[in-house]
């Protein structure tokens, strides 16, 4: 590079570092555009088979209408883990506690 150039030298060198510029800001936006073309088709190819795999198990719903189900809610599973002392300890005194007590006292008003 020259120290000292011409204003014609600098207008072309401006407009060639504008054009070089350009290029690489229009290359990025090309690869930003592809990867984001590329998620989308993967979303939509996983959608569509999200959708055939629900298409599929509703028609076998509707052909066997008294198919049992094997999936378990996430209420029933915590429900499981996390509650069934306190429903087994709630009906165990419903059926056996009280009726033990009210016969109790029904044999002593009796």
């Known amino acids: 590079m020259r120290l000292f150039m011409s204003p014609e030298e600098k207008r072309a060198r401006a407009a060639r570092l504008e054009e070089q510029e350009r290029a690489r800001v229009q290359a990025e936006a090309d690869a930003e555009k ?27 719903l ?11 809610s996430a209420d029933a599973v915590y429900i499981a883990k996390h509650n069934s002392g306190r429903i087994v300890g709630h009906l165990w005194g419903i059926f056996v506690l009280l009726p033990v007590v009210l016969g109790v006292l029904y044999a002593i008003v009796k």
């Open 34 to 60: 592809a990867r984001l073309s590329a998620q989308e088709k993967a979303r939509l190819e996983a959608q569509a088979k999200t959708d055939a795999e629900w298409a599929a198990k509703r028609a076998h």
């Open 62 to 72: 509707l052909n066997y209408p008294f198919d049992p189900r094997t999936e378990v």
